[in-house]
């Protein structure tokens, strides 16, 4: 079972360089979101997505794009990486309701020098 | 708004003492609750779950009950090995529209086993 798949899963980059975080998803969830973590911090949600076509800004959005042209893929783009951007990002996904589980990736570290 | 909050870390224990973990919540709606545990290098898991008030969520010897009155879902087991030693995570979802698929989490707890 693949679940969720990120890649790369460790990455390097300058100041200013730009990159894009891949996510898929076999399970023909509804919903995708990217988190960031960051020590004392726990998960802080970047962007979120509904369905093919929707996105939505969550609570640190800055510096960071999205695109959800299918139901399985939900890539997250950094445009020009800041050392502020260092962090170990996650992508999830799940069906409709609050109780049903989220499912994780396992994580894409990410330096940026 | 929504928060979670969890106490104070790292924890540190002898094999086979009692844990607990506390964790307090705030929400506008009405939430699902969750432990997330991730090991060293690894990503995010579920542990364990509670969706409606007094429920318990149990899994691996871990327990953690749905208190509405106290807005709590402290998390227990009574004997822990080396191998739960992790990162452990509070979460809550509430219900609703765009929220769905949503966690709020608190800033998570080390626990560090000791032989």
């Known amino acids: 079972n693949a679940g969720v798949t990120q890649t790369p899963k460790f990455q390097v980059l300058k100041t200013g360089q730009s990159m894009t975080l891949q996510c898929a998803q076999d399970m023909n969830h509804e919903y995708m979101s990217w988190y960031r973590q960051d020590p004392g911090m726990g998960l802080r949600l970047i962007h979120y997505?509904?369905?093919?076509?929707?996105?939505d800004q969550g609570e640190v959005p800055n510096g960071y794009n999205v695109s959800r042209s299918t139901t399985e893929d939900f890539p997250l783009r950094l445009l020009s990486a800041a050392p502020s951007q260092t962090s170990v990002y996650f992508c999830a996904s799940s069906t409709q309701g609050s109780g049903n589980t989220i499912y994780f990736g396992e994580g894409s570290w990410l330096t940026v020098v | 708004g929504n928060s979670v909050t969890q106490m104070e870390g790292p924890v540190t224990l002898s094999e086979e003492a009692f844990l607990t973990i506390n964790c307090t919540y705030t929400a506008t709606g009405y939430p699902s609750l969750f432990w997330y545990v991730q090991y060293p290098g690894e990503g995010l898991q579920l542990l364990l779950k509670?969706?409606?008030?007094?429920d318990k969520g149990s899994n691996k010897g871990f327990e953690a009950t749905y208190r509405k009155e106290t807005t709590s879902f402290h998390l227990e087991k009574g004997s822990v090995q080396v191998s739960d030693s992790a990162v452990y995570f509070c979460?809550?979802?509430?219900?609703?529209?765009?929220?769905?698929?949503?966690?709020?989490f608190g800033q998570g707890t080390i626990l560090t086993v000791h032989p």
């Open positions: 997505s509904v369905g093919a076509g929707i996105t």
């Open positions: 509670a969706t409606k008030a007094d």
């Open positions: 979460a809550l979802s509430v219900r609703g529209g765009t929220s769905y698929g949503k966690l709020t």
